[in-house]
């Protein structure tokens, strides 16, 4: 009887302290494998568009962490974070790709880690258990947010002519999506047209598209509405003034620094004005370029609010030159003007230029407000011509007059639409 019960005894202290030592092997393997696929995704994550075994990022078939003995790649980051862990080289192994590891989840990049060791069994040997192996696996991948590979979301939900083209023509590499289901949602008047290239224009179902001795058109996809891209933008927090009703009229040019603008920015007169990197806040007053001066701003970001002051436009117009390029990095990457959601004004904001207008970025003026607050924000986007640059265009509605070309971001980067998200666990 001492004997079974000492058998008997051992089978309990085996199911305490050998499968519960096991489960804990098996925590850390987890842990390990996580953060292995975490810190390999890390890179991918920045750079957006993934090129297989190029700029350090690394495609294989599962590899065991023994070979990864130079640091430079994503593979080395990998391994290392596991070991950092608690799982060995010779335990670990690591496969990417860019082809999705499930079905159904688009993923620019994806990194897997599998991580085994044996344990060995104390008290369950006395009810022959000899050995036994605890594994832990974890897919880790960087995902594209909600930019639907488009540079032109139109918001409002129900505005007629939300979506309004007038004697022009858009050439585009990438998509447009206009969100209202009104009859007449989009108009192109006489001579317009609009060419998508392998891109498309997405329409929800039931809308209407008016066309009055337009020009050639896409056949729009119908489907559910999109989803704001930038819904997930912070608004930037600020404090005081740096700067009142501040005013440029002369003729021998100046230059700018990031701060607090209350009653806003206006530029007038001529000479060169320069805008120097940071986040303007332009509490009321807006931002009002006009004149023939030449204007450039170089990672620049304007938030236009309206706190104790009366909110203004954005108007781009005159006929210098103006230059701007938004933030490369951080917050507000690929972001160059965002209306405050909570502020919304009935003025439309205007964009004039032709070649003389260069800029990168994205212009995200959205209402945040509901029912008889709700003011669709509306630009008039007149004739700006640039190929070799990256426009997004955010807005409530939209009127368009004389040619544009807006062309498809590739990497997101450039204008904040399409940005591959942090690293995420899927798996």
Not at 208 to 237: E, I
Not at 358 to 377: E, K, R
Request: hydrophobic share 35%; with cysteine.
């Amino acid at each position: 009887m001492m004997s079974m019960g000492t058998v008997f005894l051992m089978g309990i202290l085996g199911l305490v302290v050998d499968v519960g030592w096991g489960y804990y092997r098996k925590q850390v393997l987890q842990a390990a494998v996580d953060s292995a696929v975490l810190a390999g995704t890390v890179d991918a994550s920045a750079i957006g568009s993934v090129t297989c075994n190029t700029g350090g990022i690394v495609c294989q078939s599962a590899t065991a962490c023994t070979s990864a003995t130079t640091a430079g790649t994503n593979f080395y980051s990998a391994c290392k974070y596991g070991v950092r862990n608690g799982v060995s080289n010779a335990n670990l192994s690591i496969a990417a790709g860019t082809t999705s590891p499930i079905n159904g989840v688009t993923v620019n990049y994806w990194v897997t880690a599998t991580a085994s060791e044996p344990v060995k069994p104390t008290f369950l040997q006395a009810l022959g258990v000899r050995t036994g192996t605890v594994s832990a696996s974890a897919t880790g991948a960087s995902i594209s947010s909600g930019g639907g590979g488009g540079c032109i979301y139109v918001l409002d939900p129900s505005a007629g002519q939300a979506f309004n083209m007038n004697g022009s023509h858009i050439v585009t590499g990438c998509g447009i999506f206009v969100n209202s289901n009104n009859t007449s949602n989009a108009v192109f008047g006489n001579g317009s047209s609009l060419s998508v290239g392998s891109a498309s224009l997405n329409m929800v179902t039931g809308a209407g598209l008016f066309c009055n001795g337009c020009g050639s058109m896409p056949t729009p996809n119908r489907g559910a509405s999109q989803p704001d891209p930038l819904a997930d933008l912070p608004a930037p927090a600020f404090s005081g003034c740096d700067h009142s009703n501040y005013l440029y009229n002369g003729s021998t040019g100046t230059t700018l620094n990031p701060g607090v603008y209350c009653g806003g920015i206006s530029i007038n007169g001529s000479g060169n004005i320069t805008f120097n990197s940071g986040n303007y806040i332009l509490n009321g007053g807006g931002l009002k370029i006009n004149g023939a001066q030449a204007v450039t701003g170089s990672h620049v970001f304007f938030y236009n609010t309206s706190s104790g002051y009366t909110s203004g436009p954005l108007l781009l117009n005159g006929s210098g030159s103006q230059t701007f390029t938004p933030p490369t990095s951080g917050t507000y990457q690929g972001i160059l003007f965002y209306q405050d959601h909570n502020v919304c004004s009935s003025t439309s904001h205007t964009v004039n230029g032709g070649s003389n207008l260069v800029y990168t970025g994205s212009i995200y003026l959205h209402c945040g407000l509901a029912g008889g607050n709700y003011v669709p924000q509306k630009i008039l986007y007149n004739g700006v011509q640039n190929p070799t640059y990256y426009q997004g265009l955010v807005v409530d509605t939209i009127q368009f007059n004389g040619a544009s070309n807006l062309y498809k971001d590739p990497t997101g980067g450039n204008t904040g639409l399409g940005l591959a998200n942090a690293p995420m666990l899927i798996r």
